[in-house]
């Protein structure tokens, strides 16, 4: 039988090599970065991340979307290489560098829809937000933007004024950009209406109109709305068919520009070069960063050329579009075309959603799965029914993936997410899985045994079947009563017949 190289654990997580590193990080790094585990890396291929000790980890995060063509490509490797003889700098704003015109030319002709398009580089997604915001306003003479709950846009104070997924990114930073507001985005799992699709008629999109338009911005004062086509950082969430286009529609109806964020979604991760694509959007500004450069620090700002109204001097940046970080992004985009890496993320993307899919009906712990192409999220919640959010769980499934060689990251409060290189194996994908179900299994019966602890200390209870409307087919619902103590009554959810879990 042919050897796996990953995962491969030789050392306890940390090993003294990372303990070493992590002592000195703790020293001198700022605490402002989260670590959500202690892998210390020290070289990557493919998809294999191998750390200062030698393990070797299967890779499911891709360095938060990013290595889209895998660590290191040889193609990629060699355009970095071939480049950094012939030119490593320039600045791309005060003189003209090939490499940035012919990137430009070919990230405008990529972009969806038929209308001109020109492009900005810049070198991070939060870059590319900024210069979008600001051509917004520049090209609209509006100065108010909308952006959705959940959102994540970068941590730039404009940028981070459009986020809204975890008030961390805003505290002790105010006062934000005055003139942002927030809308509920179309994520029908949590619906905030609690309304179904295609019944709601996309209620949460009339709500710009009909509560925001109606009772505290004008719409003849909004620049744009910033929309990730798939919400990223905010849980891996796939927008109802309809919800984009009648954004579009929208914007369209007032005059807004529709500036769509695919800096985590884009360049081939969903299965399309930009994910817009899915719903046949022509968005007026698309940021897009990430995946494009494989590694090497580059954004694009690309505006329909209408709308890239701005004269000499109104923007630039000193190592956007950097010769070398275009050099990659040009091998990054053969590498995606060549290798058919859009088909390749459709075909095994799916096919992990379905084993997913299959795992939630006997999962405890599963309540959602969705995703489109590698970008593909699994929410956990403790009750199928409440929706109660998992989070302590996830962050035990995401370590328990860890310790058995699997890399993942949470996105939301409670989601996993995978975002694996887009030239991922079935094979890969498979090993991937099998160690996600496992680490699964683990967390759920460590849950069922601390809940038939729970029930054991309560004695002589009573139990009465207590089926609310809803209930799925995996849960049947009892409520057990202390006895003697008519004030602490706990739900519990019954699986089956063995596996108690709390709902409370
Ligand atoms: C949708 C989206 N926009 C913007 C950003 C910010 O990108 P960066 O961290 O490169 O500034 C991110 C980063 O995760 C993102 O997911």
Request: charged share 20%; net charge negative.
């Amino acid at each position: 039988m042919k050897k796996r190289k990953a995962p491969h654990l030789v050392e306890s997580i940390p090993g003294p090599n990372a303990e070493k590193y992590l002592a000195q990080n703790e020293a001198f790094v700022s605490g402002s970065l989260p670590h959500v585990y202690p892998l210390v890396v020290k070289k990557a291929q493919g998809c294999i991340v191998e750390d200062v000790d030698g393990n070797r980890y299967l890779d499911f995060a891709s360095g938060i979307a990013v290595c889209s063509t895998g660590h290191c490509h040889p193609k990629v490797v060699e355009a970095i290489k071939s480049q950094t003889e012939k030119l490593i700098h320039i600045c791309g704003a005060d003189f003209y560098d090939p490499q940035y015109i012919s990137l430009a030319e070919r990230l405008a002709k990529l972009a969806p829809g038929d209308s001109p398009k020109k492009v900005f580089l810049g070198n991070s997604g939060a870059e590319a937000v900024e210069a979008a915001l600001k051509l917004a306003r520049y090209h609209t003479g509006r100065s108010h933007a909308i952006a959705f709950f959940g959102a994540f846009h970068g941590r730039t104070l404009g940028a981070v004024s459009l986020t809204a997924s975890k008030p961390i990114y805003h505290k002790g930073f105010g006062p934000l950009l005055p003139s942002v507001t927030h809308a509920p985005y179309g994520y029908c799992y949590r619906c905030p209406y609690n309304l179904t699709h295609p019944e709601c008629d996309l209620a949460c999109v009339d709500y710009i109109e009909n509560t925001l338009f109606a009772h505290t911005i004008d719409p003849t004062e909004v620049a744009a709305i910033f929309v990730e086509p798939i919400q990223g950082e905010g849980g891996y969430i796939v927008p109802p068919a309809g919800w984009l286009a009648k954004i579009r529609a929208l914007c369209d109806r007032y005059g807004i520009m529709l500036v769509d964020d695919e800096v985590q979604a884009g360049i081939g991760r969903t299965g399309k070069m930009f994910a817009a694509e899915h719903w046949n959007v022509e968005p007026d500004i698309i940021c897009s960063a990430k995946a494009l450069g494989s590694g090497m620090p580059i954004s694009a700002m690309i505006a329909k050329e209408e709308v890239m109204t701005w004269p000499p001097g109104a923007h630039g940046s000193t190592y956007g579009g950097n010769p070398v970080a275009c050099a990659a992004a040009h091998a990054t985009l053969d590498v995606i075309e060549e290798e058919g890496l859009t088909e390749n993320a459709t075909r095994v993307g799916g096919e992990l959603v379905r084993k997913l899919q299959d795992l939630q009906k006997s999962s405890q712990l599963i309540g959602d799965v969705r995703g489109l192409g590698l970008m593909i999220g699994v929410e956990l919640v403790t009750d199928t029914i409440s929706k109660q959010r998992a989070k302590k769980e996830v962050e035990k499934v995401i370590q328990e993936s860890f310790q058995r060689g699997l890399i993942t990251l949470p996105c939301g409060p409670n989601t996993i997410r995978f975002a694996p290189p887009l030239n991922i194996t079935v094979d890969e994908m498979n090993v991937a899985y099998d160690i996600f179900a496992e680490a699964l299994a683990y967390v759920e019966s460590e849950m069922s045994e601390a809940l038939r602890d729970l029930t054991s200390s309560l004695h002589d209870v009573a139990v009465s079947p207590d089926q609310p409307p809803g209930t799925d087919r995996r849960s049947l619902n009892y409520r057990i009563r202390p006895s003697g103590n008519t004030g602490d009554l706990r739900s519990f959810w019954v699986r089956g017949q063995e596996t108690l879990r709390t709902a409370g």
